[in-house]
């Protein structure tokens, strides 16, 4: 009896002496079961890039954007067309248009690439001018819009990360100097894989790069074919305002055409002989690099200055008000890595028409 209310008392002490529930840290009150599955949190967009890190571009492409701009025989942009006039082949097989707009001042996230080259001398100052106009007409301080800046000479280099601050790359662009080679294609991989990423990339905002050099390439360590693949498959559109004189011999004429034509851009040339009625032209060459006439006529200057601002104009124009068509094409298993072709026809005769050629619908 005296052994059996000792072990009473003891028991009574030992459960006193127990933290009561209420207190206890939450996992001592759930019972021992199997943790749950944990779910994955809801897909992010990309999120800008540390200091440091790369940003990843890979995608698996559900919808493909095609911005289109359609010219009349003149040139001049055909801007009131409706969804029905477009028809988009993927691959020759039409395709349900899921989303169609014409409407101005788009959003765009746009690179600016500037040939730092020694080829660039001859109208540095002009070109130099032309690019912060283009950023100023482009980056207006709204949200909507973003830019980044690669100069590239001997090697290709970010200057300034992708910003919605305008004048962060126009005071960059006001301290840069020419000289060296020309890394071109260097310049178009960093654009696509080397800068932090806006949300909603490559859709909305769309991706556009502009070069402002002359399409001379001779320290890459890239191809032209490299970096056109990878320029689609990061459905990126490439624009070109040629530094190449008029008169001269432009190797690389056929590449800045060829990327912008494989990712439905264009080049502009406001050097294609835009002072032939100036008085003086040509009338005295000069030694400056075998770029330039000396011509005695302050109109020169003036003419040059004119027609590359018209392009820098025509350049940031077409970029904002392009007619944007979106779809979600049918891909099996076995293609999913081939480039598909792409066709964009409009119901209207006598127009040029010009789109994006194809893409790659898995990004590696």
Not at 61 to 66: K, M, P
Not at 84 to 92: A, C, K, N, V
Not at 107 to 123: A, E, F, W, Y
Not at 304 to 328: C, D, K, M, P
Request: aromatic content about 8%; hydrophobic content about 35%.
């Amino acid at each position: 009896m005296r052994v059996f209310v000792c072990l009473l008392i003891t028991a009574f002490c030992l459960e006193s002496q127990q933290v009561p529930p209420a207190a206890q840290p939450p996992a001592a009150q759930m019972p021992a079961q199997p943790a749950p599955a944990q779910q994955s949190p809801p897909q992010q967009p990309p999120a800008p890039a540390a200091a440091g890190q790369v940003p990843s571009f890979r995608s698996d492409v559900q919808e493909v954007i095609v911005p289109v701009t359609v010219t009349d025989e003149k040139g001049k942009f055909v801007s009131d067309l409706v969804q029905s006039d477009f028809q988009i082949l993927d691959q020759g097989k039409a395709q349900n248009i899921q989303y169609f707009t014409r409407e101005r001042a788009q959003p765009v996230v746009v690179g600016i690439l500037l040939d730092l080259s020694n080829n660039s001398r001859t109208h540095w100052k002009n070109y130099q001018d032309a690019a912060i106009e283009l950023v100023n007409t482009l980056l207006p301080g709204d949200k909507k819009y973003a830019g980044y800046l690669v100069g590239y000479g001997n090697e290709a280099e970010l200057m300034v990360d992708t910003t919605n601050d305008g004048e962060k790359i126009m005071e960059k662009l006001r301290k840069v100097k020419p000289g060296g080679g020309a890394a071109l294609y260097d310049a178009i991989y960093q654009a696509c894989t080397r800068r932090s990423l806006i949300k909603g990339e490559p859709v909305d905002p769309r991706r556009v790069v502009v070069v402002i050099g002359d399409g001379n390439d001779n320290s890459s360590s890239k191809t032209l074919d490299q970096v056109i693949e990878l320029a689609q498959r990061n459905l990126v559109t490439v624009y070109g305002i040629s530094t190449a004189s008029y008169g001269f011999d432009a190797p690389g004429d056929a590449a800045l055409t060829r990327l912008a034509e494989e990712t439905g851009g264009r080049v502009e040339y406001p050097l294609n002989n835009p002072y032939t009625d100036v008085s003086g032209y040509l009338s005295t060459p000069s030694d400056a690099g075998n770029y330039a006439y000396a011509v005695g006529s302050g109109g020169y200057t003036s003419a040059i200055a004119s027609s590359i601002f018209r392009s820098v104009a025509n350049i940031a124009g077409e970029i904002t008000t392009q007619y944007i068509l979106r779809y979600i094409p049918e891909i099996d298993s076995a293609s999913v890595r081939q480039y598909r072709k792409i066709e964009v026809r409009v119901a209207l005769a006598n127009v040029k028409v010009r789109a994006r050629k194809g893409y790659y619908p898995f990004t590696p």
